[in-house]
């Protein structure tokens, strides 16, 4: 009698072990590419006229930015230059 309890019980846990895990658990890497994938789909990708403009724009501001850092840099490296000229 004893046995057959314990025979119930190891069924039972194993069971539930089964129950626990599931029939088919996705592998975490195909779920998140399938996410990925399916995030992706509702994209509204930009036109080729509109993405090159929008390239141009990014080159200009990069450009200026460039530009107005190198100006700054100048005047201050002559700045600074000048005033270690007058205490030396």
Excluded: C, H
Excluded at 8 to 32: F, M, W
Aim: hydrophobic residues 45%; without cysteine; positive net charge.
């Amino acid at each position: 009698m004893a046995e057959e309890k314990t025979e119930k019980i190891k069924s039972d846990k194993k069971k539930k072990k089964i129950e626990d895990k599931g029939v088919a658990q996705p592998n975490p890497l195909s779920k998140y590419l399938r996410e990925t994938r399916g995030e992706l789909r509702k994209v509204t990708w930009p036109t080729r006229p509109e993405a090159l403009r929008l390239t141009w724009i990014v080159l200009g501001v990069t450009a200026a930015f460039a530009g107005f850092l190198w100006a700054f840099d100048a005047l201050f490296s002559n700045v600074l230059r000048l005033l270690l000229e007058q205490i030396i």
